[in-house]
């Protein structure tokens, strides 16, 4: 069997925060959640993608502080520029707003980013 990306782990500061956001900004859900090593995991996904690509979260990160040129992040495909602006003004209200929505070349298309409670870049995209 090829290999095939299924998770990505994250130890983040503020667990609840964390969870809240990626429910809230990026309709994630929390699929699986248990106790290990004495710490709470945290399972989250999109609906309907399961069985796809889980994000799992974790207590005990020391957080990010993360430059505004480095373009590490988390990706996120919306249905529309208008959609992708709506988030930019909710993040902007927010403080939370990183890069204004932006237009690119083919392939990336047009963002904005927005920065998680743990300070880790969210990108959010069409096109």
Not at 4 to 31: K, N, P
Not at 35 to 58: C, K, M, P
């Amino acid at each position: 069997m090829k290999p095939s990306l299924t998770h990505l782990a994250l130890h983040v500061r503020d667990l609840d925060a964390c969870i809240e956001f990626y429910q809230s900004y990026c309709e994630m859900q929390v699929v699986h959640q248990r106790t290990s090593h004495d710490h709470q995991v945290v399972w989250l996904a999109e609906e309907g993608r399961e069985n796809d690509f889980i994000l799992v979260v974790l207590p005990g990160g020391p957080g990010r502080d993360q430059a505004e040129k480095d373009f590490s992040h988390l990706g996120f495909a919306l249905e529309s520029r208008k959609s992708v602006d709506a988030i930019a003004e909710r993040a902007r209200e927010e403080g939370i707003l990183v890069w204004e929505p932006t237009e690119e070349p083919y392939p990336v298309g047009y963002y904005c980013g927005v920065h998680d409670p743990d300070g880790n870049f969210v990108e959010f995209s069409y096109g």
